[in-house]
């Protein structure tokens, strides 16, 4: 993808790709500068679209971004000092039976890279073998497998998710696969 080789947006390196967090001071002739945290979920060679963590859509062109820097996905509490009330109240509107297993999605999505496009902001997505509900900071998985919790978990990041919860119920995954993925039982 060609930038102006002037702007903020195409300085950046390495090249800047959706599905990345970063914060942006936005100016313009029309507005006061505002820094804009957010996600990029659109990247052309004139514009830049950041949506929040409250889902709004921020879009400015490449000579409206005076500042730009990556940030990291933010680090949540330790999840296993939840109180278990919570996270069962969390997984009962999840839908999502079964034991508890928890994580942060910082420990989780660990040097890999975001994907360019999520499902649809909102407080519930379905992957290809689980249901997830995010809410507050926490993201609850009914079911699932590893590449499923990521899934979610990079979704959930949009909503400002810190952590997550899977729910297996019965003996469908074994506890070997959630620990070996980072998860500790509660």
Known sequence: MQHDATSTVSALTPPLQP??????????????P???LGFVTDLTPETLTLIDRRGALHTASHA????????P???GRRP???????????A???QAPGTPWVARITDLLAGLTPPATVPPWGPTASFADADA???GEWVTVAGGTLTSWRAAAWWATRMGARSVQVRVPGASIGDEALTEAGFTRL
């Open 19 to 32: 599905g990345e967090r970063v914060s942006a001071l936005v100016t313009g002739p029309h507005r006061p």
């Open 64 to 71: 409206e971004v005076a500042a730009l820097r990556r940030v």
């Open 73 to 75: 996905l933010a680090r």
């Open 133 to 135: 509900r995010a809410e």
């Open 92 to 94: 009962e509107r999840a």
């Open 80 to 90: 296993q000092s939840t109180p278990r009330d919570l996270l069962d109240a969390l």
């Open 34 to 36: 505002t820094e804009v």
